[in-house]
């Protein structure tokens, strides 16, 4: 639908102001209209362009071929909640979407596709329809009170029918592969979702449910997707020994983790601005330079005598100290950031030091091999690109999903794709404070649960019956979408789908590639049932506050005083305006 079509669908009052809930029903929508395509199995993508650079006007006139403008930032990718992120959003209702439905940055660190979840689509198209379903009834003359008692309580019966529809996770490697491969299901980035999911299960029976700091995604162009692997243990993949004559392979290693923000392995600043110091001869000068050698010298002996063979820094590692530990056989690698280096810790088993003097044998690290391999090779120039990769670690707290053939887009896509499934399958087997459980896909519990739904409204005597269907019409939206994006006729199986239930076949779903109605649960087609819970809670959370807002007012302050007929009007405020006439200097902001 176009700006100008979707604007004059909202009906306005006198003044030209869009009524409620229908203004902000419409903004919703605008998401929707954006990831419904993306919904499903058969999903397609989507490409956002955040900011073009266009030729400069001391430029030659050339050709659109030729690149008349360049892409600066572009989003290319068919999950939700990256496309979420991405989004250029202006209608005040926007952050409450985002931050209820989209993916979460803990911290301070953005971790690409960190603690993204799955069902985000999903959530989005069920709110919609929620939303245009109540948008109807609302014109037909239901209270908004009603609508949302509906709501609230066909969501109960909902989510009761998913718990009588979730199967207990039965331990079994083949139920994990299935969530993972039905996680990354339409965005089969290298067609190597199968290799991917041996990963992803492997991962999160090492450190169960994934976080930014257990879980790792790296990537490189070097290679094909074919070739990525679970490395049990973490990959820096800017960072490498400071100089050749380090060794690139360690054996059997022993690690130090050095953080803190205070002298690491450089030395303290000897000057600070407009320093000055009297020095009766050059030996002292000399001495002074004696007393810091002295105690690189002394903090380096301390180190390999601990039997040190790597050591990992959060600052610099100066030149001093560079050719004291290459002379002892130590690698150093320097300016590794805060999250790398805490994913050391962990697949090591260090503990990070602060300060370099009180380092003991309990702080280190042990890993089977520490070793500077080509990242990729850097075109037109001289030097390649390496990566240090910190592998074989006996029961490591932290793992690495090692992507090779991915660049740019591709890589944060599938990097979005692999914490995705790693996500699913710690949340189907009750991980990560989730409940545990499976259900079929394809869109068989979402036709349990309106079915479920409908039965509950036929014992409802009030008009928030209407609402309960319309909570059902919802969920049967969302899987006639999935079936119209992969080019099916979604009134016709959406028919078979409910005929099939009728039946007794209540694992029924809509399954690719044959693109017909089998049972989800033989094709191997399941999702974790707190995926689909949260899609359930989140729709409705989102679809009852935009229902309880009524209307929109400005917050800025004005400095006139209210006036008689206006709803603040009182007594107090009378004796407001009294004071603002007598006196001067002040203004209505209280």
Same mark, same amino acid.
């Given at each position: 639908?176009?700006?100008?079509?979707?604007d004059s669908a909202v009906p306005t009052g006198g003044d030209g102001a869009p009524l409620f809930?229908?203004?902000?029903?419409?903004?919703?929508?605008?998401?929707?209209?954006?990831?419904?395509?993306?919904?499903?199995?058969?999903?397609?993508?989507?490409?956002?362009?955040?900011?073009?650079?266009?030729?400069?006007?001391?430029?030659?006139?050339?050709?659109?071929?030729?690149?008349?403008?360049?892409?600066?930032?572009?989003?290319?990718?068919?999950?939700?909640?990256? +496309?979420?992120?991405?989004?250029?959003?202006?209608?005040?209702?926007?952050?409450?979407?985002?931050?209820?439905?989209?993916?979460?940055?803990?911290?301070?660190?953005?971790?690409?596709?960190? $603690?993204?979840?799955?069902?985000?689509?999903?959530?989005?198209?069920?709110?919609?329809?929620?939303?245009?379903?109540?948008?109807?009834?609302?014109?037909? &003359?239901?209270?908004?009170?009603?609508? !949302?008692?509906?709501?609230?309580?066909?969501?109960?019966?909902?989510l009761a029918e998913l718990d009588a529809a979730t199967t207990p996770h039965d331990g079994r @490697?083949?139920?994990?592969?299935?969530?993972?491969?039905?996680?990354?299901?339409?965005?089969?980035?290298?067609?190597?979702?199968?290799?991917?999911?041996?990963?992803?299960?492997?991962?999160?029976?090492?450190?169960?449910?994934?976080?930014?700091?257990?879980?790792?995604?790296?990537?490189?162009?070097?290679? #094909?997707? #074919?070739?990525?692997?679970?490395?049990?243990?973490?990959? +820096?993949?800017? $960072?490498?020994?400071?100089?050749?004559?380090?060794?690139?392979?360690?054996?059997?290693?022993?690690?130090?983790? /050095?953080?803190?923000?205070?002298?690491? /392995?450089?030395?303290?600043?000897?000057?600070?601005? $407009?320093?000055?110091?009297?020095?009766?001869?050059?030996?002292?000068?000399?001495?002074?330079?004696?007393?810091?050698?002295?105690?690189?010298?002394? /903090?380096?002996? @301390?180190?390999?005598?601990?039997g040190v063979d790597v050591v990992v820094t959060r600052l610099g590692i100066n030149d001093e100290?560079?050719?004291?530990?290459?002379?002892?056989?130590?690698?150093?690698? !320097?300016?590794?950031?805060?999250?790398?280096?805490?994913?050391?810790?962990?697949?090591?088993?260090?503990?990070?030091?602060?300060?370099? $003097?009180?380092? %003991? =044998?309990?702080?280190?690290?042990?890993?089977?091999?520490?070793?500077?391999?080509?990242?990729?090779?850097?075109?037109?120039?001289?030097?390649?690109?390496?990566?240090?990769?910190?592998?074989?670690?006996?029961?490591?707290?932290?793992?690495?999903?090692?992507?090779?053939?991915?660049?740019?887009?591709?890589?944060?896509?599938?990097? %979005?794709?692999?914490?995705?499934?790693?996500? =699913?399958?710690?949340?189907?087997?009750?991980? &990560?404070?989730?409940?545990?459980?499976?259900?079929?896909?394809?869109?068989?519990?979402?036709?349990?649960?309106?079915?479920?739904?409908?039965?509950?409204?036929?014992?409802?005597?009030?008009?928030?019956?209407?609402?309960?269907?319309?909570?059902?019409? =919802?969920?049967?939206?969302?899987?006639?979408?999935?079936?119209?994006?992969?080019?099916?006729?979604?009134?016709?199986?959406?028919?078979?789908?409910?005929?099939?239930?009728?039946?007794?076949?209540?694992?029924?779903?809509?399954?690719?590639?044959?693109?017909?109605?089998?049972?989800?649960?033989?094709?191997?087609?399941?999702?974790?049932?707190?995926?689909?819970?949260?899609?359930?809670?989140?729709?409705?959370?989102?679809?009852?506050?935009?229902?309880?807002?009524?209307?929109?007012?400005?917050?800025?302050?004005?400095?006139?005083?209210?006036?008689?007929?206006?709803?603040?009007?009182?007594?107090? =405020?009378?004796?407001?305006?009294?004071?603002?006439?007598?006196?001067?200097?002040?203004?209505?902001?209280?």
């Amino acid at each position: 639908m176009s700006d100008a079509a979707r604007d004059s669908a909202v009906p306005t009052g006198g003044d030209g102001a869009p009524l409620f809930p229908h203004a902000n029903v419409v903004a919703v929508n605008a998401f929707a209209e954006v990831l419904a395509s993306a919904l499903g199995p058969a999903s397609r993508d989507k490409m956002i362009v955040n900011a073009l650079r266009s030729r400069g006007p001391d430029e030659r006139e050339v050709p659109h071929a030729a690149n008349e403008m360049t892409a600066d930032d572009i989003t290319i990718t068919s999950d939700g909640a990256s +496309l979420l992120e991405s989004l250029p959003t202006e209608h005040p209702i926007a952050p409450v979407v985002t931050r209820v439905v989209g993916p979460e940055r803990p911290g301070e660190t953005a971790v690409e596709g960190a $603690n993204i979840p799955d069902g985000v689509t999903a959530t989005v198209v069920l709110m919609s329809e929620l939303l245009d379903e109540a948008v109807e009834l609302f014109d037909r &003359g239901v209270h908004p009170y009603d609508l !949302r008692t509906g709501y609230h309580r066909a969501m109960d019966a909902a989510l009761a029918e998913l718990d009588a529809a979730t199967t207990p996770h039965d331990g079994r @490697r083949a139920t994990d592969l299935a969530v993972a491969r039905t996680a990354m299901t339409g965005n089969d980035v290298g067609g190597v979702v199968g290799g991917l999911a041996e990963g992803v299960v492997d991962a999160v029976d090492a450190v169960g449910f994934p976080t930014e700091a257990t879980f790792a995604v790296r990537c490189v162009s070097k290679g #094909s997707m #074919s070739d990525s692997r679970l490395v049990k243990g973490a990959v +820096l993949d800017v $960072n490498h020994r400071v100089t050749a004559e380090m060794p690139a392979r360690v054996e059997d290693a022993t690690v130090l983790a /050095l953080g803190g923000f205070k002298r690491s /392995l450089s030395d303290p600043e000897l000057w600070t601005k $407009n320093a000055s110091i009297d020095l009766d001869s050059p030996d002292d000068a000399a001495a002074m330079e004696d007393v810091y050698a002295g105690r690189r010298e002394q /903090l380096v002996d @301390r180190i390999d005598a601990l039997g040190v063979d790597v050591v990992v820094t959060r600052l610099g590692i100066n030149d001093e100290y560079q050719r004291l530990l290459a002379e002892r056989g130590i690698v150093g690698i !320097r300016r590794v950031n805060r999250l790398h280096l805490e994913q050391v810790a962990l697949t090591t088993g260090a503990s990070v030091v602060t300060n370099p $003097n009180d380092v %003991s =044998a309990d702080d280190l690290g042990r890993a089977g091999v520490v070793e500077e391999v080509m990242r990729e090779p850097r075109r037109h120039r001289r030097k390649n690109r390496f990566m240090t990769v910190f592998e074989d670690c006996e029961n490591p707290d932290s793992v690495t999903v090692l992507l090779r053939g991915v660049t740019d887009q591709i890589a944060a896509q599938a990097t %979005s794709e692999v914490r995705k499934a790693a996500a =699913a399958v710690g949340a189907a087997r009750g991980l &990560g404070g989730n409940r545990g459980g499976v259900v079929p896909g394809g869109g068989a519990v979402e036709l349990r649960m309106a079915a479920a739904v409908r039965e509950a409204a036929r014992a409802e005597p009030s008009r928030a019956q209407l609402a309960m269907e319309a909570f059902a019409d =919802a969920l049967e939206a969302v899987v006639a979408t999935l079936v119209r994006n992969a080019g099916e006729d979604h009134v016709e199986l959406l028919a078979d789908l409910k005929a099939a239930h009728a039946a007794g076949d209540e694992a029924a779903g809509f399954v690719l590639p044959d693109g017909e109605v089998g049972n989800a649960a033989e094709y191997g087609v399941f999702d974790a049932a707190a995926t689909k819970r949260q899609v359930v809670l989140r729709a409705a959370e989102v679809a009852n506050l935009v229902l309880r807002i009524d209307d929109a007012m400005d917050a800025e302050f004005t400095e006139e005083p209210a006036g008689p007929g206006e709803s603040i009007y009182d007594e107090e =405020a009378e004796k407001h305006a009294d004071y603002l006439e007598n006196t001067d200097g002040t203004r209505w902001d209280v």
